[in-house]
């Protein structure tokens, strides 16, 4: 099975070679347009250098720490997997390995994404699916190259003590180190690049639009540099790590569950989560080719079509790996021989759930729909009716996402307790969550879709191209707009639903060292107090990320303001501005703010576990910790998404020319919605839900350290 997932894995890092070769020996423009790319290009990658230097040395600092705590500090316990010392280096070397992943599949994800830009500028001239086809596979190169090095990751460290001699069933628990690095990695990357991102954004857009009155993207703008470089490293080398720290995270808590599970599936319950994810990446390729439009074609339904194909591609692929893994010997256990079906039905519920989600999602930020509009309409009378009535979007958009969590969950671990396979509960909606991420790297692909569409029209409007050609890719900027807000919400749903997994693995974990827990009882002060502090966590560190915004942006705005003060032929487009001083402000500023928060969310649940362990509860009072936490952070991250996703699409909706509503200047006061949002969707939401994931691989990796 495991030469099954590497061959699967390494074929999809061949094609998505043979993509990223489609992609560059594309048409890359005109001079003119290939400066602009090349200023992107320049400050995406200085900045990226740099915010990896730093994620790095953070990184290496904690690997001495963990093989210090493991090696030195921590008491040997009877169940552990290996001796104290090469526990300490299997866990460190693991946490090494998933850290350098991570970062290596950011970048690769960033990489080409700068470069397929300027190539679906060119391709617009001429196509609107040559240019549709170049964003996607850009996009797909990321996807591919995030699954398959998280499969290969997992799978090699597997092999690799399997063929040492190490006991199969401890092997999950010797390497959950991997999932720490992706996850360390993943919040760092997603909250530099999402506080560099929108810190260039809304200094763009106050002094920009808002003061001077000129366009979006106007290469008058000294900020319009950075504002394309943040798209790049936010939405494409920011979310690869977190859905490279997604899925390798979840393939070793559903490995620990299958675990518990050895007596009826053996071997191949174990390795189950790696041949469903190498499925899905074969449903992924399909999905992506198959993507096509013509010149009067929505590209959204385009889209669409891929994912629905991923997606039943992706249900068939769990269905041949259900029936080939997690069949039960029929003499043995009689009662559970239709157990793969029922997993191979959580796998569904997973699927549906990511469906679902999506749909949600498009309901509240799409213009076509109610929430939307009545942003767009509380615009006519002022900012502060537009911010209150966002606010409210915001707050309402999480009731039905819980709704469909709470039913996912549900309806897996009874199918999986309906098995016939005892207390398999757990393990139904591991597999539920693996459903749901089997389309990750289509997902993904759609994701990085995003930016790239974004910085073409920043290309082709800065290159003064003809009209004609700016309509087109204002078409795929729009699509783009709105698969960036749905993949938005699937990765909440994903979070949510592996948080529960990881949750149900952490329980494993300690229960393997001596704790069983068969309920967090609050009612112990320590347990309570640990709780309340997850969901503190979750405010703090929000107020953290959204506060690094807000002071980034301010030295942005100071800088475009001087520069509009002393040069005053920059607004008459007689002289250029200096972008690389914003670039500079901008990267400065985004790696400062990000250590703080970061710092925070790792050094909590450490600190929980080991000052209430002096209290005989410290297993007890990380689990509430973590379940609170993960409640309260699956919410926030809704209300900051799809709040923000609204207020953009409210602001584009009016400047489509769509909205009919009059009032004192209804657009103003959507721009100023639009850039209070910029934070919220951008920096708080998405570094939420890879904050929920650090706290579940955190605790799983130091688990023993607090029984």
């Known amino acids: 099975m495991i030469p099954f997932v590497f061959a699967v894995s390494f074929g999809s890092l061949l094609f998505a070679v043979y993509l990223a070769r489609f992609v560059l020996r594309s048409d890359s423009g005109t001079q003119a347009m290939q400066e602009i790319s090349n200023a992107i290009k320049e400050g995406a990658e200085a900045f990226l250098a740099r915010q990896n230097k730093t ?28 001796p104290p010392l090469q526990l300490a280096f299997w866990t460190t070397l693991s946490f090494v390995l998933g850290a350098l992943c991570s970062v290596i599949a950011g970048y690769i994800g960033m990489w080409v994404s700068i470069r397929a830009n300027i190539r679906t500028a ?30 290969l990751g997992v799978g090699g460290l597997y092999t690799l003590l399997q063929a040492m001699g190490h006991d199969p069933q401890k092997i999950p628990f010797t390497i959950v180190g991997y999932g720490f690095g992706a996850s360390f990695v993943a919040l760092f990357a997603q909250l530099g690049g999402g506080i560099y991102t929108k810190a260039a954004d809304v200094g763009a857009d106050l002094v920009g639009k808002v003061e001077a009155g000129i366009p979006e993207d106007d290469p008058r703008n000294p900020a319009v540099i950075a504002d394309l470089v943040g798209d790049n490293v936010g939405d494409c080398a920011g979310r690869g790590a977190d859905l490279f720290e997604s899925t390798a995270a979840e393939n070793i808590g559903a490995m620990i569950l299958g675990v518990g599970l050895f007596p009826y599936f053996g071997l191949q319950g174990i390795l189950f989560p790696l041949a469903a994810r190498a499925f899905g990446l074969i449903a992924s390729i399909v999905g992506v080719v198959i993507v096509r439009t013509d010149e009067k074609g929505d590209p959204m339904a385009a889209l669409n079509r891929g994912y629905y194909v991923t997606s039943i591609l992706a249900v068939l692929g769990l269905f041949v790996a259900s029936r080939w893994l997690l069949v039960v010997d029929p003499v043995a256990h009689p009662e559970a021989t239709s157990a793969w079906f029922y997993f191979f039905l959580c796998g569904v519920v997973g699927i549906a759930t990511a469906q679902a989600f999506v749909y949600i999602t498009q309901y509240y930020t799409e213009y076509k729909y109610r929430p939307v509009k009545s942003i767009a309409d509380a615009s006519q009378t002022g900012p502060a009716t537009n911010i209150i009535a966002g606010i409210a979007v915001g707050l309402e ?73 700016r309509k087109k890719t204002d078409r795929l900027d729009a699509v783009g707009n709105t698969t960036k807000a749905l993949t938005k919400g699937y990765a909440i749903g994903s979070a949510a639903l592996a948080a529960f997994l990881l949750f149900s693995a952490y329980l494993d974990e300690v229960a393997h060292y001596g704790t069983k827990l ?87 649940p450490v600190a929980v576990g080991i000052i209430f362990r002096l209290f005989g509860v410290g297993a007890e009072a990380v689990a509430a910790f973590l379940m609170v936490g993960t409640i309260a952070g699956i919410l926030a991250a809704t209300f900051f998404n799809n709040s923000g996703g609204a207020w953009d699409n409210a602001k584009k909706y009016i400047e489509s020319g ?26 708080a939401g998405p570094s939420l839900h890879v904050l929920i994931k650090l706290l579940s691989t955190i605790t799983l990796v130091l688990a023993p350290l607090f029984v």
């Open 122 to 151: 060119a391709a617009v001239r001429t196509s609107l699916n040559q240019g549709l086809r170049i964003a996607l596979r850009g996009g797909a190169v990321s996807g591919l190259f995030v699954v398959a090095m998280s499969l």
């Open 397 to 469: 958009c999480t009731a039905i996402p819980v709704i469909v969590i709470s039913t996912a969950i549900i309806g897996s671990y009874h199918l999986g307790n309906m098995s016939g396979v005892p207390h398999a509960g757990l393990f139904g909606t591991a597999v539920a969550t693996m459903g749901m991420l089997g389309t990750a790297a289509y997902i993904l692909a759609m994701d990085t879709f995003g930016p790239i569409t974004d910085n073409a029209g920043g290309i082709v409007e800065m290159s003064h191209q003809a009209e004609d050609v």
């Open 55 to 82: 994620i790095i040395t953070l990184a290496i600092a904690l690997a001495v720490l963990i093989f210090v705590l493991y090696g030195f500090v921590r008491t040997p316990n009877p169940a552990d997997p290996v």
């Open 518 to 604: 068969e309920s967090v009882n609050i009612a112990k002060p320590e347990v309570f107090v640990g709780g309340l502090l997850g969901a503190m966590l979750v405010f703090l560190f929000s107020a953290l990320a959204i506060r690094a915004v807000g002071k980034a942006a301010f030295y942005v705005i100071n800088e475009v303001r001087r520069q509009f003060r002393e040069n005053p032929g920059i607004l008459q487009g007689t002289s250029k501005p200096d972008y690389g001083r914003c670039v500079d402000i901008v990267t400065v500023g985004a790696l400062k703010e990000m250590v703080l928060p970061g710092l925070i969310a790792v050094g909590m």
């Open 658 to 683: 769509q909205y009919g509503g009059k009032g004192s200047d209804p657009h103003k006061a959507a721009v100023v919605g639009d850039t209070v949002g910029d934070p919220f969707k951008d920096t």
